[in-house]
């Protein structure tokens, strides 16, 4: 590569990113629900005519790695043409879970398609059984509206029979509607900066640096797995339970390295399981690409460059690759977190100069809602330490990238009082370097309704490494007329007016023996 190529290789990486930075911030700031608009839980991304992801957004990891197979069932099952939009979040087409909506847009030049952008947003009610629809479900169907690759947009124009029909099967139907609008506006946004930038450097250059950052993210990762040491390494872990009866449930990796290749094997996993927290194919794929990242010390853009050296291995029917009807909704955000964890476990056994103890290993998710609201969200905890380093406290860790929601706009908008929002004391795995806090946040409820907890940790703290203590497990609890109950990890229950829920997170794994 010439001095002029690495310097135009680097020009066309930040214009990529900055485009899919700018589709996220309108996105953001059109939505209308505070999911989205505060915490930002939404991704953008940019692909190749042909479904390669070469340029994401720094947003939400666990979207990131899923969306290349939405652009790919799109492919698959729709003929594009100028102006048109496909909406979607079938899990088992490269969906995450239903309320992550995907909307991919085609980009054409010359009467041929050259790209697409796309991006996925957290949709606060999506329908099925329970308010937010984030419930303990036992198959996909409980969980709300699944919607195959329809076509939103035809010639520009939106569809008013589809979307009608998606209205007609959520909660909270204005604000669905008005995060669906700034979708396509993100969309739109993307499409105009592409053809602005076809404009003043020509179709060629564009086409030819999206092609060239994938090879290039390809060989930079390359040379990352030559640098780890040849060999197998292994990890197991466990979820706490699927919340029907199931407990201590499998998850088992082995990661070989040889030379320039990789090849994880999830083989003796545990079964897919009754309760929602499975996870598909999508949702495995996305947590390998983020653990993978983490390697990288190169500053390279991310896209499907990096899994062209990889070789997954996900057995039918289990936890980590379920088939139709398994429940998902818990799969995205609790399962990816311990992915995440036994992935990251075995490779401390690979380069343990680089890799920290576990964090707060959920998500935390709390829905709830009644008549005429529906709101979620996730809560932070302890980040786990490294190898001179503390934990950080009070974030949201892994495969959630999304924000705090301010107490201020949570009680403007919703029949809730937030009691209590701060670190949880010595929470944080003990070692020479400490995990991070978790935090305890406190909902008095001001009206009846329903509502949905999907959390992990709750019976095993994130483990320490290298001789660190385990970060401290959460814990959840309904006070009801004065009198305290111990709620389960996961469970839908009814609530009413007074009610206080209380969320203690799990503080981070510490790292190293305190001397």
């Known amino acids: 590569m010439t001095k002029m190529d690495a310097i135009r290789n680097t020009i066309f990486k930040n214009i990529f990113q900055s485009i899919s930075e700018e589709m996220g911030k309108i996105l953001q700031y059109s939505a209308f629900s505070p999911n989205i608009k505060e915490r930002k839980d939404f991704s953008c991304a940019l692909f190749t005519g042909a479904g390669e992801s070469f340029a994401f957004g720094s947003h939400i990891p666990v979207h990131l790695g899923a969306m290349p197979l939405s652009v790919e069932a799109a492919l698959k099952e729709t003929q594009f043409f100028p102006g048109d939009m496909v909406i979607l979040n079938d899990p088992f087409r490269g969906g995450t879970h239903l309320p992550d909506i995907t909307l991919i847009a085609p980009v054409f030049y010359k009467n041929n398609l050259v790209f697409f952008v796309a991006n996925r947003a957290h949709h606060s009610d999506v329908g099925g059984m329970q308010a937010g629809s984030m419930p303990l479900s036992s198959e996909i169907f409980q969980e709300g509206i699944i919607i195959p690759p329809l076509k939103i947009l035809k010639r520009d124009q939106i569809d008013p029979e589809i979307l009608q029909f998606i209205l007609s099967n959520v909660r909270s139907p204005f604000e669905r509607k008005g995060d669906l609008l700034a ?25 030819r640096y999206s092609r060239f950052l994938i090879d290039y993210t390809e060989r930079i990762f390359k040379s990352v797995i030559r640098e780890i040491p040849d060999g197998e390494y292994g990890f197991r872990d466990f979820m706490d339970d699927d ?77 980590v690759n ?115 806090n978790g935090v305890v946040r406190s909902y008095r409820f001001l009206k009846a309704g329903q509502a949905s907890i999907l959390s992990e940790r709750r019976t095993r703290g994130p483990y320490g490494l290298n001789g660190g203590r385990s970060g401290r497990r959460g814990k959840n609890t309904m006070i009801r007329e004065g009198k305290k109950q111990k709620l389960n990890s996961k469970l839908n229950i009814a609530i009413k007016a007074g009610d206080l829920l209380v969320i203690e997170t799990p503080g981070g794994g510490g790292y190293g023996k305190k001397e």
């Open 183 to 207: 979708q396509i506006a993100s969309n739109r946004r993307g499409i105009a900066r592409i053809m602005a930038n076809i404009e003043k450097y020509g179709f060629k250059q564009l086409s």
């Open 243 to 319: 919340g029907f009866g199931e407990k201590d449930i499998l998850i088992s990796v082995k990661i070989k390295v040889e030379k320039e290749k990789m090849v994880i094997d999830f083989r003796g996993t545990a079964p897919q399981v009754t309760g929602g927290i499975n996870t598909n194919r999508a949702v495995t794929y996305s947590a390998v690409l983020y653990v993978l990242t983490t390697l990288l010390e190169e500053d390279i853009p991310i896209n499907s460059g990096l899994m062209r050296a990889v070789q997954l291995i996900l057995p039918e029917n289990t936890l």
């Open 322 to 436: 379920a088939s139709r009807p398994a429940g998902l909704a818990g799969g995205n955000v609790e399962t990816s977190q311990r992915i995440v964890d036994v992935l990251l476990g075995a490779l401390a056994g690979a380069v343990p100069d680089k890799i920290p103890a576990a964090s707060q290993g959920t998500m935390n998710n709390i829905s709830f809602g009644g008549k005429g609201f529906t709101y979620y969200e996730t809560l932070g905890g302890g980040t786990g330490a490294g190898p001179g380093f503390h934990g950080e406290s009070g974030v949201h860790s892994h495969m959630t990238n999304s924000l705090n929601t301010p107490v201020e706009a949570l009680e403007r908008d919703f029949p809730v009082r937030i009691e209590q929002y701060s670190l949880r004391k010595n929470s944080g795995g003990k070692g020479k370097f400490n995990g991070g």
